[in-house]
């Protein structure tokens, strides 16, 4: 007998491996040829911004308030006597001096009031002589024993009514010599001179309400303005600290200062109804930039800080009671990072969180998220002027 041989593997199966095998190839190559048929999404390009770095360095900090001119001193000129305005020395806006004569009264009445009162004095010290003459004779007289004590004593009388009567007498030629006096009109302090009140030849009452002209103070002037309560502690502590804390007097649209000076004082009570308290500053108006009643924005250095992180206010962004920068990563990619801000002056803020000379994205926010690529604009090229062209003879 023949030895049995190995078993062939059916017949049937074979041609399924082979399909199974060929479906496999083709769709391998179909994947292939699918996938290089179809493009590859490109990546999106990177958005243009403009950046600033973190500075560091040290931002005053100001409270700005609405503020007033007011005069130190404001007075209205007014006749002390009454009578016929014959001089008017002043022109309307004039800057005066102290005791300059600005209006003359009609002085002849009193003058002859002044003498009058010098006729009865020296009429009364003539009496008073001669009973003081009298008395010394008296006295003698009755050291011999020629007259009693009585009349004496009636004599020494008489001199002291006497004596009394020259002291009454002088104090109406006092009196009669100042309303004199009160007839040349002086002014009582330095400034400027108002519109004029009333015109020569008109008759002036005494002590009238109306006045011959207003004079206000110009140099130095003061501005009022107010401080809110919040800001009250540090005003405060650094008056405390015995520095003079400096005002500046800027126009309505706070880009022209007009004056600078100093915080005076403040008031002493706190205005319930608007939580402010008024403050007074000082200013030398050597110019006369300040006119009193003008209406000034008043700036007031409270305080300076020292060595902070600097940043640009078109850099911060708000989320709620958040404020945040995006900071440009060193693979060009931007991360949010939250900021306290100290100050604000302008432009510029004082913050923490963040380091020096890190790149901050200043616009073109609606765009970014974390991870965002960016790619920094450019600066303009600087502008220069043209050259003059040169001068062509004549």
């Known amino acids: 007998m023949s030895a049995p041989t190995a078993a062939s593997p059916p017949r049937s199966r074979l041609p399924w491996a082979l399909a199974a095998i060929a479906l496999v190839i083709v769709a391998v190559l179909l994947t292939k040829w699918l996938t290089a048929a179809k493009p590859q999404p490109k990546p999106a390009p990177p958005i243009p911004v403009n950046a600033t770095p973190v500075t560091r360095g040290d931002l005053d900090v100001y409270l700005d308030e609405l503020g007033t001119v007011t005069a130190t001193y404001t007075v209205t000129v007014a006749s002390r006597v009454a009578g016929e305005l014959t001089q008017v020395r002043y022109k ?6 102290k005791n300059d004569v600005l209006a003359v009264i009609d002085p002849r009445p009193y003058q002859a009031a002044v003498v009058q009162a010098q006729g009865q004095l020296a009429r009364d010290q003539a009496s008073l002589e001669n009973a003081r003459i009298d008395l010394v004779r008296y006295q003698k007289s009755y050291q011999a024993h020629a007259i009693p004590e009585q009349q004496l004593a009636t004599q020494q009388a008489l001199v002291d009514q006497d004596a009394g009567t020259v002291k009454l007498d002088q104090g109406n030629l006092d009196a009669a010599q100042v309303n004199l006096d009160y007839t040349r009109i002086v002014s009582p302090i330095n400034g400027r001179i108002g519109l004029r009140t009333v015109d020569p030849g008109n008759i002036v009452p005494a002590n009238g309400t109306t006045g011959i002209a207003t004079i206000t103070q110009l140099q ?8 809110a309560e919040d ?3 540090a005003v405060v502590d650094a008056m405390h600290s015995g520095q003079a804390l400096r005002v500046d007097a800027l126009n309505r649209t ?13 008031d002493n009570q706190i205005n319930t109804a608007s939580g402010t308290v008024r403050a007074r500053a000082t200013f030398a108006n050597e110019h006369n930039e300040l006119f009193p009643n003008e209406f000034v924005n008043a700036r ?31 693979d060009d990619t931007v991360k949010p990072v939250n900021i306290k801000i100290l100050a604000t002056n302008g432009n510029l803020c004082a913050v923490t ?34 050259a003059p062209s040169p001068a062509q003879p004549g």
């Open 92 to 97: 309307e806006g004039q800057l005066v001096k």
């Open 220 to 227: 130095p002037i003061t501005v009022i303005f107010t401080i």
């Open 231 to 233: 800001d009250l502690d």
């Open 254 to 266: 706070q880009k022209k200062q007009l004056a600078q000076g100093t915080l005076l004082t403040i």
């Open 300 to 330: 007031l250095l409270v305080k300076t800080l020292s060595g902070v992180n600097l940043v640009p206010g078109a850099a911060i962004q708000r989320n709620n009671d958040l404020a945040y920068v995006y900071v440009i990563q060193s």
């Open 353 to 386: 969180g963040v380091e020096p000379n890190q790149q901050l994205v200043t616009d073109g926010f609606d765009k970014l998220q974390d991870g965002t690529k960016v790619s920094i604009k450019a600066p303009p090229p600087a502008t220069t002027a043209p």
